[in-house]
């Protein structure tokens, strides 16, 4: 062939790819996912900064930062530097709905990660399949999202929570009256669904529920509710403030039944609440301890927060936010140099079991949830958390 | 003037005036023709314009109008469709050329309508028209501003409502925790963490029971009230606002009951200041809401109106161009009546014209003049032919009849003359006729010669080749025997110098002897044969001769010798033609006295036109077998001979046969015959007393039987007759 020809065919060429446009999906260089450009990938959150949900959203948001700057500092992912932009929903669907249209369609972020709660992320997560966003690592237990497509779930669900938290009350103290408060939602609900299917399979039934409304503290008629049931456990299915709130109520009352709550919580934010009075009060986790020294990641991960804010503490839900950000690091990097949505999702699925520094986490066909691991731990007397490895009925006061 | 027509009629009516006054009525037909003519083109022309002017922008602009109509009618939808005030503006500034253009078509009908004059047109339904579609045009408007301040409410309405969700927010942070304390405390006695509980006796009475009552009537009023926001906003139905906001009233009622039951705490104030601020604004959004509604089923009621007005706006449009078609109809008829009129009366008008040029032409140049003129004409003809005898009678008073008069005179006149002059006029004109005839003969004679003179000479050329043959074997015989002649005595020299003593030996002398026999021989044949040539070339110069005598001559010769010499000029002209002779000659023929030449001539003729005749056939035939044949037989007869020669030609046809003796009559190309040959031997066997037949059979023979008389005719009586011709004719 002359080089005229070649030339003009080369031309041809151009000119049928100019045509393709921003669809062409041969071209050379092929059109970036949305968020996605040579030098970074932007990835967006809606969580509560503000509001008595707060500490979680601030948690996450912290977590998830110090794995993108760790992961920033060492050359980013292929080449391209990871961003979070981060918007406050207050912890109502309202907000969650306006942040996850503005993220994807104003921000054009390349995935959601880290959203904080049930509700929101009910309300969120068919703004974001409507999209093909993927909705990355949520806090949340709630067993819906184990079904969505384009959901990747990091953490064990609540089901999972309860189950142990039953499993614990019933096998190490032989309680079996337990009464159940719920937070007066979605999440409130899911909770008490995963209590439900615990006792169901021990043939029991709650003593008494107690319901409060969500973003307050008034907690005080589910109190008058569950006292009339006189349970000797009761599991809180609820956010710090309001949780520490009833503890400290029932105990105001003279009352001391076993308490016993979901990861949501926020267990730092809760053992703070409570204070000195919080003794005994065991918080089901989801991930490891972040102060301790196995799995690896834990190390890692203080480092990591270090790194990025000298004066951060850690906490389980900054970890959860770092494993977080570690989870979306994993699957940008499998998904090679060529990033898309489907691609990201995908990768993870296909992944089958990964391994983050000792923290394992295993996805597949129909399993879009990481961790299946729940840890049931105590607050001190100091305060602090501590692995429950065995359950001691609290002595009255 | 009066003189003039008197003078007309009482002087003579000169053909000048005849013809002027002629031309002078056709013209006045003509010119009344074309004012007819001219009238109703005119009219024509109006009824046109009339369509052209009025009707046909008038429905125009009334398909505008209609057209428009149907264009702004869609537009509304589109306006109350607009999602935001952006969609309205552009929607609105899309929608303003359509409805420039409506006004502007409305806008022209009007002015038309203006112009025609409402009498003459369907004033009404140019009114309706244009009421309905101004109507419309100020909808459109009024849609838009409806849809305008349709946004402003809704903003309004939003901005409301999101104080509203504030206001309920705020009361419910208020609400929700005093409800649960106030259980609390009724139940516990417990108001703070740090207080010891109330006695059961306080804590669970009666007022503490009613405050959490209230508080609870309150929580359900307030989510009441919420409801009852909640579907203000959905409703549409004005109508159904009033219930909701009677049972809004009835709920407000009851907070502002409840709050007026709460005690003066430091909350209950903000409560109390939250529910107020709540009912207000509540109100505020009832009201909101059914001016909102208020707008929509304004802009619903314009677009019903629109689409009413659009609908009657067609037949309304229907109407007027149903009346402008009728108006163009008529003004179509007007002029085609116009046009109908003016045929009929321009017809009528040619007519008349016709008739009355006819008229005049008939009038005054048939009968007047004309008819006259041919008299006078047929007159003076008569007096040229030499009938002077006729009066001329030609009346009237006009030119013509002066003429008639004077030629009368001059008849009168000719008349005396001609009788004085006829006597010697005739004497002169014989004596000049006779001479004339005597020139016109001599003349007529020296023409006759020179054609006998030329025929001959033709016919010696044609002869030339059939003599120099006939010569050529005489002279042959001549050379040859000269030739042997001459070496007999070159034989007689060599005998006489054998011997040198120039003696002779008997057998020498008997050699010479015999050799001089020879010679004596040779030179007798050479004489004979000089002779013979000698012959041919008298006859032939007898022949070139202007006359010659009678003479003793044998028959049979004369013709064998003509036989031969036509044979050979025929051959000369076509070599490839060959001819079987056949002579049947009766050898007691003897002799007659005729002028052989002349004779001669006959039968070379004859022979000629059998060589020809034959020839032909040969040509155009293509059988192979046909043999050109000429049979010469002569008979004694009881008073002369007969010769007949007969060839097996192709015969002469019917139709010619009686002309084949007329002079000039031939059937050869012009180049070859003069049509004089068979005439002049005629003439020839007429002179010998005899005379010529002919005996055909077309396509087999022909036979032509010569009868000379053994007593001719005396010489002299036939002297105009000589000469002939060689030349072949008459076929």
Known sequence: ???????????????????????????????????????????????????????????????????????????????????????????????????????????????????????????????????????????????????????????????????????????????????????????????????????????????????????????????????????????????????????????????????????????????QELGPGGAGVYVTQVVPFPTASRPRIAATYRRALRAHDAGAAPGFVSFEGYLAGRLAIEALERCGAEVDREGFVQALRDAGDIELEGFRLAFGDGDNQGSDAVFLTVIDESGRYRAATRLVRPAAP | MIDWFRKLAEGRFRIAAQLYVGIGGAAALTLAASLVALLSFQRVGDSQSRVNDGTVPELAAAFGVARGSGILVAAGPRLTASATEGDLDRAWVEIA?????????????????GEAGGSVRSGDEFETVQARGRELAGNIEAIQQSVAEGFQLGRASRELRGELGALRGAIAALLVPALDDQLFYAMTGLRSFEEPPAPREVHFSEAEINRYRVLVGLQQDITIVD???????QLTDRALIEPLEEQYESAATSIERAIGAIDETATSGRLKALFERMLEKSREAFEL???????????????????????????????????????????????????????????????????????????????????????????????????????????GKDEVADMAAALEVFRRHALEVQRLNLVEKLADELKDKNAQLEVVLADLQKAQDQIVM?????????????????????????????????????????????????????????????????????????????????????????????????????????????????????????????????????????????????????????????????????QGTDDESYEPTLTVTTRKMDDGVEVRVRDNGNGIPPDIVEKIFNPFFTTKPTDEGTGLGLALSADIVRQHGGMIRVDTVPGEFTEMIVELSAAPPDLDDVAAGTGGAEEAGGR
């Not at chain 2, 044979?567 to 002209?573: D, E, I, L, N, V």
Request: glycine content about 10%; overall charge negative; charged content about 25%.
């Open chain 1, 1 to 271: 062939m002359s080089v005229r020809k070649q030339t003009a065919r080369s031309t041809a060429v151009l000119a049928a790819l100019a045509a393709l446009g921003a669809a062409g999906t041969a071209a050379a260089q092929p059109p970036a996912a949305p968020g996605v450009t040579a030098e970074r990938v932007l990835f967006g959150q809606s969580a509560a900064f503000n509001g008595p949900a707060a500490e979680l959203g601030r948690g996450m948001r912290l977590g998830i930062e110090a794995a993108f700057s760790e992961v920033n500092e060492a050359g980013g992912v292929h080449g391209r530097r990871l961003e979070l932009l981060s918007l406050d929903d207050g912890y109502e669907p309202e907000g969650a709905i306006g942040n996850t249209r503005r993220l994807i369609e104003d921000e054009g972020v390349f995935a959601l990660i880290g959203g904080v709660g049930t509700p929101t992320s009910r309300s969120a997560v068919p703004v974001a399949a409507e999209a093909g966003v993927p909705y990355v690592a949520p806090f949340t237990g709630a067993g819906f999202l184990r079904e969505e497509p384009n959901v990747i779930n990091l953490r064990a669900s609540y089901a999972q929570e309860t189950e142990e938290m039953v499993a614990r009350l019933t096998g190490d103290l032989g309680i079996e009256r337990i009464a159940v408060v719920i937070q007066n939602d979605s999440f409130g609900r899911a909770g008490l669904a995963g209590v439900r299917a615990a006792f169901d399979r021990r043939g029991m039934d709650p003593v008494a529920i107690g319901v409060y409304p969500r973003n307050t503290t008034a907690v005080k008629t589910a109190l008058v509710d569950i006292e009339l049931g006189s349970p000797e456990a009761v599991i809180v299915v609820g956010a710090y403030q309001p949780v520490a709130s009833l503890v400290a109520w029932t105990r105001r009352l003279g009352l001391d039944p076993v308490f016993m709550t979901l990861s949501f919580v926020g267990s730092n934010a809760l053992a």
């Open chain 2, 227 to 233: 409801q009852l926001l909640a579907s203000v906003a």
């Open chain 2, 454 to 618: 030329r025929e001959k000479l033709a016919a010696l050329g044609e002869l030339t080749a059939g003599v120099a043959h006939e010569i050529k074997n005489p002279l042959n015989f001549v050379k040859n025997f000269s030739e042997v002649s001459s070496e007999l005595l070159e034989e007689v020299d060599e005998i006489m110098k054998e011997n040198e003593d120039g003696s002779l030996s008997e057998d020498q002398r008997e050699e010479i002897a015999e050799i001089f026999e020879d010679l004596t021989g040779n030179l007798k044949l050479i004489q004979n044969h000089g002779e013979r040539a000698n012959r041919i070339v008298n006859d032939m110069l007898k022949m070139g001769r202007g006359a010659a005598g009678r003479e003793e001559a044998d028959i049979n010769r004369l013709v064998d010798e003509h036989i031969g010499l036509a044979y050979h000029s025929a051959r000369a002209t076509d070599p490839n033609f060959n001819l079987t002779i056949e002579k049947d000659f009766d050898p007691d023929l003897g002799t007659l006295e005729v002028v052989s030449q002349d004779v001669g001539r006959v039968f070379l003729n004859l022979v000629g036109n059998a060589c020809y005749a034959t020839n032909e056939r040969r």
């Open chain 2, 97 to 113: 050329p359509a409805r420039r253009d409506f006004e502007e078509r409305l806008e022209e009908l009007i002015r038309l309508v």
């Open chain 2, 289 to 395: 809401r059914r001016r909102e509604v208020a707008v929509l089923d304004r802009q619903q009621a314009l677009l019903a109106q629109n689409r009413e007005l659009a609908l009657s706006l067609g037949p309304d449009v229907d109407g007027l161009v149903a009346a402008s078609q009728a108006r163009a109809r008529a003004a179509t008829l007007a002029s085609s009546q116009a046009i109908r009129t003016g045929r009929a009366l321009l017809l009528a008008l040619n007519v008349l014209s016709i008739a009355g040029a006819i008229f005049i032409g008939w009038l005054f140049v048939g009968r007047l003049l004309v008819r006259r003129f041919e008299a006078l004409s047929n007159s003076m003809r008569e007096m040229a032919g030499g009938n002077l005898e006729a009066e001329i009678g030609v009346g």
